[in-house]
């Protein structure tokens, strides 16, 4: 492969060694195993620390100097995974790559994952050096030796990726997208079976910008003609560092016009965001360059009317209601499907799909090493960094640590080596994490994400006929539990109290009793939940939380920290109609301390509701961030009065200000400087802050997580988002748990309740 440019924008782990002696190192490497024994460590510190043009310089002159093949050398002197990993460093890239895919079709059976991350990762550029290589090394053609392993849809995929012809980055026709949607739309979902081939070639060979980004679509909106500048996402963030400058990506030409984006596709199209006026004000401290970049946009602003199209993968969305990805597991199977999302993961973001596979490789008992060693080796001169972030950001945690705590010895010392060093404190970003924490924290405050729910009002709602049929389903010998749950699950709130009035209008007869007297167990807490207006529902579950022995503290948190000023305000009232007490005695009786303290001020309903304040959010992060550590109770008073009191848009901003002061994301310094209830409290505001949806997921997770299932947290959960958010905290919990929501019902329920569950779920993802 072509060396990787090493310039300000490398994102490689390795680098050139300075003062570069192949020579010198060729005789290091001879005196390092030479005689007994081998000196181990020697050669892993130098064969990590020179990049992979160096290491080839380097086996021309040991072969040189000793005539001998270092590479055969290194094979006989060193054994087991530690050998894999330094011969693998040694070979050109390209050979490396072949190499991985001979081992994986040859013998008895094929390492289809091995194929599928190779030839879904790389690029035309790489793929061509792929099929050089292989042919060099093993005196065969890779298209013929793939065709002879693999069959069917999973095979014509594979040899479309192994041409190298994916159609390069470039403007991308509004016309082509919308034509690419729907010709995706009419082979899977809209057809009787699927038609593959249709697939195969969108996915195959659209450029990444095409599906993925969408790119500027040129108007003039003046007289400057000349090229729209394109500055790319990293390389803006890391060469334009003040925050003024940023936000030149958000350019609002004028009050009538929608805001674009020259960071390519990150943000969503058509998206208000207003630019104040800081934003043309440059720092003197910044270079001439990023002066230079100011003056040219402000050039572009008054030249171009600049608008962010939508890619196929965003208008797929818009047209089906459902990411492709959703697609491409409903309709195709096996290594096929395995193979697709490889290839839809690698368009959004290899860095994440590597960090993916990385996370996976590590996970659970035992080590996929073959993969562990493949990437560490193929990505250390690429993107390692951005993998690093990305691992860091999405499992909370290091890649260094991982490596660290699941594998040994010179091995070990060897990964981490390639990783780029201990730079994740538990609970800490190393530097760029942090930035990368803040920009996604930037762009989140201009993207506006529309919840849905999963259960909408029924068309043609009739309450009559829906009493009468809720009355005959109940009425004689037995119970018949399918129209019930029909019913129930498929009207929204309000149409279900329109039933009830309307049942006892008829009957004269309560529906609740008598669905109590017909239904038990889990389907009755069910479905009697659903009949309850909102609020009338959340305060029941506040109130058994608090009786009997014991307190569930669990469900207070996750009530009072997720719910609205307005949801809040209607819980209380309900509170003291039903109970004939206010809810916040009711708190105070039960709980205690600075619990009872935190517990009261969310309940109070009296949230902040304006938007962000920058200049005040960044005294509230500096206010939590001067927190002696240690100090507990100021500590925990501190956080309250910002984490209770602020409004949403508000915390967003203090949490990306706290990240940029300290390199620390304000989650991981609550659970490592709290404990107990308050601990849970706050953890679960910060997280119902960042994504709501994602905390629900979680709490679904949880719920069905191991042996047993909490069926009230799941009853709840389930019951409460159904008309909010449902549809959304489904789409979350697939892409954190590669399994869908639906799944994982079906899978930890039976009867009934589950039925009524996948109900209300909504459908399969």
């Not at 190192?25 to 181990?40: H, I, N, R, V, W």
Request: glycine letters at 6%; one cysteine or more; a negative charge.
């Amino acid at each position: 492969m072509a060396k990787p440019a090493q310039g300000g924008n490398y994102r490689g782990s390795i680098r050139d060694f300075p003062d570069f002696d192949p020579s010198q190192d060729a005789e290091a490497l001879y005196t390092a195993m030479k005689g007994f024994g081998s000196d181990k460590e020697a050669i892993l510190e130098l064969i990590t620390s020179r990049s992979n043009r160096q290491r080839q310089e380097i086996t021309q002159s040991y072969k040189s100097l000793y005539g001998k093949d270092l590479i055969a050398d290194l094979k006989y002197e060193l054994t087991g995974k530690f050998e894999r990993l330094i011969v693998g460093l040694m070979r050109p890239l390209a050979y490396c790559d072949a190499k991985e895919i001979k081992d994986a079709i040859s013998g008895i059976g094929t390492d289809e994952k091995c194929l599928i991350e190779i030839l879904a990762s790389r690029t035309n550029e790489q793929i061509h050096q792929l099929v050089a290589a292989y042919k060099d090394a093993y005196e065969r053609d890779l298209e013929s030796d793939i065709l002879g392993d693999t069959s069917g849809h999973f095979q014509k995929m594979l040899v479309v990726l192994l041409q190298g012809t994916r159609e390069k980055d470039d403007v991308v026709s509004e016309d082509l997208v919308q034509q690419d949607v729907q010709d995706l739309y009419e082979a899977g979902e809209l057809k009787w079976g699927t038609d593959e081939a249709q697939f195969i070639y969108i996915l195959g060979n659209r450029s990444k910008q095409h599906l993925r980004l969408g790119m500027f679509q040129k108007k003039t909106y003046g007289c400057l003609p000349g090229v729209v500048p394109r500055i790319p996402f990293h390389w803006w963030h890391r060469r334009a560092p003040s925050a003024p400058t940023q936000r030149l990506a958000l350019i609002l030409l004028d009050s009538g016009l929608h805001s674009s984006s020259i960071i390519n596709g990150i943000t969503q199209p058509s998206t208000e965001v207003p630019v104040p006026p800081s934003c043309w004000r440059v720092r003197s401290s910044e270079s001439l360059l990023q002066k230079f970049l100011l003056l040219l946009c402000v050039i572009w602003a008054l030249g171009y009317l600049v608008s962010l199209s939508d890619s196929v993968f965003d208008e797929y969305l818009k047209t089906t209601g459902k990411p492709i990805e959703a697609s491409i597991r409903g309709e195709l199977s096996g290594d096929f499907e395995k193979l697709m999302l490889a290839v839809v993961k690698c368009i959004r973001s290899t860095p994440e799909y590597f960090a993916e596979r990385l996370f996976k490789s590590m996970k659970g008992l035992g080590t996929r090493d073959n993969t562990l060693i493949r990437i560490m080796v193929s990505r250390s001169e690429l993107d390692m960094l951005d993998i690093r972030e990305i691992f860091r950001t999405k499992y909370e945690k290091s890649l260094y640590s991982m490596i660290k705590n699941d594998t040994s010895g010179e091995y070990k010392k060897a990964l981490l080596k390639l990783c780029g060093g201990d730079d994740d404190a538990a609970g800490q970003f190393f530097p760029e994490a942090a930035q990368v924490a803040y920009q996604m924290w930037e762009l989140s405050a201009v993207s506006r994400v529309e919840l849905k729910g999963t259960v909408r009002p029924a068309d043609d709602f009739n309450p009559d006929a829906d009493a009468k049929a809720l009355r005959k389903a109940m009425k004689g010998l037995g119970t018949d539990e399918a129209t019930i749950i029909d019913i129930i699950t498929h009207r929204s709130n309000a149409q279900r109290q329109q039933i009830r009035q309307t049942f006892k209008s008829h009957f004269g007869r309560d529906l609740m009793a008598d669905l109590k007297s017909e239904i038990s167990g889990d389907l009755a807490r069910l479905i009697l939940g659903l009949m309850m207006p909102p609020a009338h529902y959340d305060a029941k579950q506040l109130k058994k939380a608090m009786e009997g022995a014991g307190t569930d503290e669990k469900a207070l948190i996750e009530i009072l920290a997720t719910r609205t000023n307005a949801e809040i305000r209607a819980i209380n009232e309900a509170y003291k109609e039903d109970y004939h007490k206010s809810l916040e005695d009711a708190l105070s009786s039960d709980t205690s301390g600075h619990f009872r303290r935190v517990l009261v001020s969310l309940a109070t309903g009296n949230r902040e509701e304006g938007g962000e304040d920058r200049d005040q959010a960044r005294e509230d992060a500096q206010e939590i961030a001067d927190t002696p550590s240690g100090d507990k109770t100021s500590l925990e008073t501190r956080f309250m009065t910002v984490l209770c009191t602020r409004s949403y848009p508000h915390l967003r901003r203090v949490f990306q200000e706290f990240i940029k002061m300290t390199n620390y994301d304000v989650e991981h310094v609550i659970k490592k400087e709290m404990s107990g209830d308050v601990r849970d409290a706050f953890v679960a505001i910060v997280q119902s802050v960042k994504n709501r949806p994602l905390f629900f997921a979680d709490k679904l997770y949880r719920s069905m997580k191991g042996a047993g299932t909490d069926e009230k947290t799941l009853t709840r959960v389930m019951v409460s988002r159904s008309e909010i958010d449902l549809l959304n905290i489904r789409r979350e919990f697939i892409e954190k748990y590669d399994k869908s929501l639906h799944h994982a019902i079906e899978s930890d329920t039976s009867g009934d309740f589950l039925k009524a569950l996948l109900a209300l779920c909504g459908g399969e993802d």
